[in-house]
């Protein structure tokens, strides 16, 4: 028998982006405060809260933002997550799901994630 691995396809690729603080989470070389897993994706407590509940939903595999997003499939992944996410944090009232893109769209962490934001009433439109 080998002991060659054979390589992960893309699409089945682990999070491995170098220099990534998302990738770096998800392979635990960085401390965060996990609140939910599935084979899809993982929910950290966000470092820099904007609401009482503020959870970021992040996809296992590095996909830079929704614009390089080539799996159609894992955006539902993310959003049954951040459901999930909303059902565990009692977030009954409502809450506000943010995926910012881009410099224009705020976005600092180039690794796809949903925020959820929640526990208060959010004003529209955002800054
Ligand atoms: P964005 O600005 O939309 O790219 O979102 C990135 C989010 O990651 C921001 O809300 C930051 O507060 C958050 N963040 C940055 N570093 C960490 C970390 N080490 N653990 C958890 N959240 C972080
Ligand atoms: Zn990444």
């Given at each position: 028998?080998?002991?060659e691995k054979s390589q992960p396809q893309?699409?089945?690729a682990p999070a491995k982006q170098a220099n990534c603080l998302f990738c770096s989470i998800?392979?635990?070389?960085?401390k965060a405060n996990f609140v939910y897993e599935d084979e899809d994706a993982f929910a950290i407590r966000d470092i820099n809260p904007q609401a009482p509940t503020h959870i970021l939903v992040i996809p296992r595999r590095?996909?830079?933002n929704v614009k390089k997003l080539e799996d159609k499939n894992l955006i539902g992944s993310l959003f049954y997550a951040a459901a999930r996410v909303a059902?565990?944090?009692n977030l009954d009232g409502g809450?506000?799901?943010?995926v910012n893109t881009g410099d224009d769209g705020g976005q600092t962490v180039n690794h796809l994630h949903i925020h959820v934001l929640g526990g208060r009433?959010?004003?529209?439109p955002p800054g």
């Open positions: 028998m080998s002991s893309q699409d089945q998800h392979n635990k070389e960085i590095h996909v830079d059902e565990q944090e809450f506000r799901l943010v009433s959010l004003v529209w």
